[in-house]
């Protein structure tokens, strides 16, 4: 009764320890990739008063005007690329909406996708379905998981159509500077590639440099699909809301699908992102600042207890390496959890070469995090020891 690429693909490993967790009582969970801050006010303000106003119909199949202008804007305001809003933006629900129509609407049966890995678990399962073919590319902790220009070149076959760039990476934490765009742009370019860019996690860096879009890049703009959203960065999880900007004619094509599996994005939830990118900057900025000193109490952490991590100026998360312990990283997390009551994410539940690592979410307290660190060295000691 069902299809045999849909029975093919592996479940979520993120999925697994989640269902885990809500079977056991007093877990402490590191494991989800969700702001612990609430909405704003004033967005959630924006977005009750939008059904006060009984604005409950459906918008256009690609977003309200207002909000596809105010995307606009921010882009060109944030990362000097510049889309027209009403043919070049497309308001999809969240992010993951949005690969997944990038990928349907560009392969054809056996094009190839390049996906590094580790990275969010999404990218492979789409262009799985999409009829593409996924080739992954390895990232290596001495690079400090970014994408060489090298690796890219030797990864590229006369099938080679897509190469996905998750960077803020989930779930290392790296990112990609301007000068390592500007290489493997050059590749890009040479190679007559199209970029599927996911920079959701664009607004968390703590690098000193601002993040950087490829799709700023020279001739890069029509080679791009630039995707984004509001969960991350605004703490929108749940209103469920991303954008993809890109060439008129591949945001077309993603429209129509749209239009024909979804209608349109969640009307309050347009309403509330329109304020968002009005008046949300404080609060993206006092979140990041949260979260960069977590980042930096992590990190103080795991040095004085002796665990290996290469330091993330990204996103929300830290990849330590567990391959000390002479256990599998699902071994670890299930040990961890069973023993500590403390859930994180094995390595590999981001592709194979995430083997070895774990990771863990600072999108919590620092008071959790104390509590949960407390419990991680009780756990290393014991094994370092055993």
Known sequence: MVADKVVGLKPSGIRKFFDLVSEMDDVISLGVGEPDFDTPWHIRDEGI???EK???YYTSNAGLMELREEISSYVKRKYQAEYDPKSEILVTVGGSEAIDLAMRAMLNPGDE?????????AYEPCAVMA???VKTIDLKEENEFRL??????DSISDRTKILVLPFPNNP??????REDLEAIAEVIIENDLIVVSDEIYSELTYYGEPHVSIASLPCMRERTILLNGFSKAFAMTGWRLGY?????????????LHQFAIMSSPTTSQYAAVEALKNGEEDVLEMREAYNGRRRYLMQAFR???LKCFEPYGAFYVFPCIKEFGMTSDEFAQKLLEEEKVAVVPGSAFGDCGEGYIRISYAYSLEDLKIALEHIKAFIDRHRAG
């Open 49 to 51: 008063y939008s059904l």
């Open 54 to 56: 009984g604005r409950t």
């Open 113 to 121: 996708v390049l996906v590094p890995q580790p990275s969010f678990v």
């Open 131 to 133: 009829d593409g073919v």
């Open 148 to 153: 060489t220009a090298q690796e890219l070149r």
């Open 172 to 177: 290392t934490g790296a990112i990609m500077t």
């Open 244 to 256: 993809a900007c890109g060439p008129r004619e591949v945001i077309g094509q993603m429209t129509k």
């Open 304 to 306: 004085e207890m002796g």
